[in-house]
């Protein structure tokens, strides 16, 4: 019943875009009456209670848009099932003026395709009318496009976000430094695992924590050499998936060594990714994979349960001696805004819709977003930023926070994250994830098909993935030899891979800039 439901919908979805009609109690442009205009907007929402859009009840809301001269309508999404809604809201065909979008989803594309959102590409580049949008990376913009047109201001995350949250003081405990190499990250795992590294006199603690989620597979697999997502082989002339590449099995076999010598959980198939921290802020293991500023929040949620505790953080690991480690990046964008024609009737009111998304990346605009107002959320000392504590302690007192819960969330981002004031750093680990984050890009590992849409996939992505994300699980927990995990590549390329790398292939080869140094696609390491 549920499969039932769920593709009517998103068939409703992938029709909208292409029929008329399909639509009618979308907003529309309105003006308040002392002549404002009313901006909706829908978004994620993350935290357990968001701000009110309510003026008159929320301190900053009223700041931001007497600072802006409109009057912000926010529908709060929770993220968790955010997917879901945008697919419903596309399927309805009842829009607010500004709508955020997950991912290049069929939907989604379909959508772009029939009409259902505005081009922004060339407007929003336009640095007298958007001075903070203009400052949009060309290549993230190639990366999101659509056939090669831009149908949204996407929401910038950072390329070199990936890294490795490590219990500093557990290194020191067995006498390491920080691995610079795979060979030296098994030795922590190792060590971890058999050296007591918290001193209990006990057997009760491993190396690294992997969950269902792909991402430390991905990584691995990037850091021994295999293509990010999909590569060039120079000897077919194709673009093709990672895991046809030999380094690929490499890593992957590096992951299945941990598991076989228990220097890693041996539940990491069905654990669940939301409770990733659990043994690393228990004390029973020393590594993960993930977001670089995950090691930020594990510092500061481990002193509670351990003062002494200290939680660092680094970027990659090398292959071996002697070459240079390797990162897996981010596509630099975390979904886009789109703009819808059925509620955004004009190029006008585009505009309109397009200052206020510039407008948030203002420096005072922007602080209030992420912080709140100074003298209720925050002091300045000697043009320091100093959260409200409570009377007579220095504990934060988050009373007010909910004034800019979420808020936060309507930001691109585009132009950096500059503040009028200084923010001090939480800790030694939150500094560290900045430094980390920078100089990750000096070595990301593009991926070459990350600009194109290949409709097989589009279709058919979520059976595909499923085939080799399984494969690779059960190769890692040996219910499958290496020559059964080959055969399921070939049961891939049988069930639509092998249009997938076609596809990819002819746009890649179409795409004039790409073929200007085609080589550069061929990014498995030797």
Not at 16 to 25: E, I, K, P, Q, V
Not at 140 to 150: A, E, I, L, R, T
Not at 278 to 298: H, K, M, S, T, Y
Not at 437 to 456: F, G, L
Request: proline fraction near 5%.
């Amino acid at each position: 019943m549920w499969k039932k439901i769920a593709l009517t919908a998103i068939s409703a979805a992938l029709l909208c875009g292409t029929l008329a009609g399909c639509s009618s109690d979308s907003d529309s442009m309105q003006y308040t009456a002392d002549g404002k205009p009313i901006i909706s907007i829908m978004t994620a929402a993350y935290q357990p209670e968001s701000a009110s859009d309510n003026a008159a009840e929320n301190p900053v809301m009223a700041y931001v848009e007497d600072k802006m001269g409109v009057d912000l309508r926010i529908s709060w999404i929770p993220s968790s099932n955010y997917n879901e809604k945008v697919t419903a809201t596309m399927g309805a065909g009842t829009y607010p003026l500004i709508m955020k979008v997950g991912d290049r989803s069929s939907a989604i594309i379909a959508n772009c395709r029939g009409g259902t959102f505005w081009e922004v590409g060339d407007r929003m580049l336009d640095a007298e009318k958007f001075p903070n949008l203009a400052k949009a990376n060309q290549e993230v913009m190639h990366n999101m496009s659509v056939d090669g047109k831009v149908y949204g201001v996407y929401l910038s995350r950072d390329l070199g976000r990936n890294g490795i949250s490590i219990r500093e003081d557990w290194l020191e405990a067995v006498g390491l430094d920080y691995p610079e190499t795979l060979d030296d990250l098994r030795e922590v795992c190792k060590r971890f695992t058999e050296n007591d590294p918290d001193g209990n006199g006990k057997s009760d603690t491993y190396g690294m924590i992997i969950t269902s989620y792909t991402g430390p597979i991905d990584n691995i697999t990037v850091w021994a050499g295999a293509p990010n997502r999909y590569g060039y082989n120079p000897e077919t002339d194709q673009i093709e998936p990672a895991f046809m590449f030999p380094q690929y099995l490499e890593g992957i076999k590096f992951i299945k060594d941990l598991y076989d010598n228990g220097y890693m959980n041996t539940n990491f198939a069905t654990m669940d990714a939301e409770k990733w921290n659990e043994p690393f802020l228990n004390g029973q293991a020393g590594v993960i994979i993930d977001v670089a500023d995950r090691a930020r929040r594990l510092q500061q949620n481990i002193v509670a349960l351990n003062p002494d505790a200290k939680v660092g953080v680094f970027g990659s690991v090398a292959k071996r001696e002697g070459v240079d480690r390797r990162v897996l990046p981010t596509t630099g964008y975390n979904g886009f805004y789109v703009f819808p024609k059925e509620s955004v009737k004009t190029e006008e009111e585009l505009d309109m819709c397009l200052k206020v998304l510039d407008q948030f990346e203002d420096p005072d605009i922007g602080m209030a977003l992420q912080y709140g107002l100074e003298g209720i959320n925050y002091t300045i000392e000697d043009g320091v930023y100093k959260h409200v504590k409570i009377e007579g302690t220095e504990e934060d007192d988050t009373t007010n926070n909910i004034y800019y819960a979420d808020l936060n969330q309507l930001m691109t981002f585009i132009s950096g994250n500059d503040m009028p004031v200084e923010i001090p750093y939480a800790s030694e680990a939150a500094e560290r994830v900045d430094e980390v984050i920078e100089e990750n890009i000096a070595y990301t590992v593009p991926d070459p098909s990350a600009p194109y849409v290949s409709n097989t996939y589009s279709l058919k992505g979520t059976m595909l993935d499923a085939i080799m994300s399984e494969a690779t699980t059960k190769f890692i927990t040996g219910d499958i030899t290496e020559e059964q995990w080959k055969s399921e590549i070939e049961r891939w390329r049988a069930q639509g891979g092998d249009d997938v790398i076609a596809e990819y292939t002819e746009q890649w080869k179409a795409d004039a800039s790409a073929q200007e140094d085609p080589m550069s696609a061929a990014t498995a390491l030797e």
